[in-house]
C-alpha cells in the first residue's frame, strides 16, 4: 500500500503497529505528518511518549487527540483488542487522563474523567473514573459506586471487575474479592494478574488446593508473574536454586 501510496495515514499508522520502539513512533510520526487527525497515531504515539517517561509529548498528542471534535473521531471508529467498538472521545479523554495522573497532577485527571461521564453518562465512561479511583486511598467508595454503575449498564471490561476485586482486597473482604476475581477470568480467561489476586483471595479463605491450582496456571500462562512472585518464593525458602525457573517444574 505505502508503495503505491506513500503518505498514506493510515497505512503508515498501520505500519506503526507492526514495528517495535523508535522505528514505530517514526512510522507514527509520518501518519501524523500527513494527517494530523490520524486519532490512532496520536493514541498509539501518546502512549508510546508515557511509557519512555516523555509526560510532556505524551500530553501534547494527548491534547490534540481531545480536541477532535467527537462526531469527527468517531467517524474513524475505535476497536479494542476484543474487537468491540467503543467511544473514540471517551477513549481519548481516559488516555490523557492516565498521563496527567502520571505527571502528578491528580484533578486535572479526574476532571477529564468526569467530562467524559458529563459527555456520554454510559459504562465506559464510568468504568474509566471507576477503575481510576480504584486505586486511589480513601476514594473507595466513589469507585465502587461509579464500577457498580458501569456493571449495571453492562460494562463487560475485565478491568472493571479487577478494579472491584482490589477494593475488596484492601477492605478485606476477601469472599467479595474473590467473586470479583472470578468474573475477570470468565471474561479473561488468560489474564495472569487475576488468577495470581483470585489464588491469594483462596489462600485467605483457606482454600489451600485451589490456590496452588491458580497460582500454577498463573506462572505457566504469564511469565510476569513468576518474575513478581520469586522474591516472595524465595524469602519464604520455598525456592533455593540460585538460578530462576524457565519453566513449570514439580519442584517450582
Given at each position: 500500500a505505502l508503495t503505491i501510496e506513500p503518505a498514506n495515514a493510515h497505512a503508515l499508522r498501520m505500519a506503526g503497529t507492526f514495528t517495535?520502539?523508535?522505528?514505530?513512533?517514526?512510522?507514527?510520526t509520518l501518519a501524523l505528518a500527513s494527517d494530523?487527525?490520524?486519532?490512532?497515531?496520536?493514541?498509539?504515539?501518546?502512549?508510546?511518549?508515557?511509557?519512555?517517561?516523555?509526560?510532556?509529548?505524551?500530553?501534547?498528542?494527548?491534547?490534540?487527540?481531545v480536541a477532535i471534535a467527537p462526531q469527527a473521531i468517531n467517524r474513524q471508529g475505535y476497536l479494542d483488542e476484543r474487537g468491540d467498538r467503543l467511544d473514540f472521545h471517551v477513549i481519548a479523554l481516559q488516555n490523557r487522563a492516565r498521563i496527567l495522573d502520571a505527571r502528578g497532577e491528580p484533578q486535572l485527571a479526574e476532571r477529564d474523567l468526569a467530562a467524559a461521564i458529563s459527555y456520554s453518562p454510559a459504562a465506559l465512561a464510568l468504568a474509566a473514573r471507576g477503575q481510576y479511583l480504584a486505586y486511589k486511598k480513601g476514594r473507595e467508595a466513589d469507585a465502587l459506586a461509579d464500577l457498580d454503575s458501569a456493571i449495571a449498564l453492562g460494562s463487560t471490561d475485565p478491568d472493571t471487575f479487577y478494579a472491584k476485586g482490589i477494593i475488596y482486597v484492601r477492605q478485606r473482604e476477601f469472599a467479595k474479592a474473590l467473586n470479583a476475581f472470578d468474573a475477570v477470568m470468565k471474561r479473561?480467561?488468560?489474564?495472569?494478574?487475576?488468577?495470581?489476586?483470585?489464588?491469594?483471595?483462596?489462600?485467605?479463605?483457606d482454600d489451600s488446593e485451589h490456590a496452588v491450582a491458580d497460582m500454577q496456571q498463573a506462572i505457566a500462562g504469564d511469565a510476569r508473574v513468576l518474575s513478581e512472585s520469586l522474591p516472595a518464593l524465595r524469602a519464604a525458602g520455598y525456592w533455593t536454586a540460585q538460578d530462576p525457573p524457565r519453566q513449570m517444574t514439580p519442584e517450582l
Open positions: 517495535d520502539g523508535a522505528e514505530s513512533t517514526r512510522y507514527f494530523p487527525t490520524e486519532a490512532y497515531a496520536l493514541l498509539f504515539r501518546s502512549r508510546q511518549y508515557k511509557r519512555r517517561g516523555q509526560l510532556d509529548l505524551a500530553l501534547k498528542d494527548a491534547d490534540t487527540l479473561d480467561a488468560e489474564n495472569g494478574e487475576a488468577l495470581l489476586m483470585r489464588a491469594r483471595m483462596y489462600r485467605q479463605l
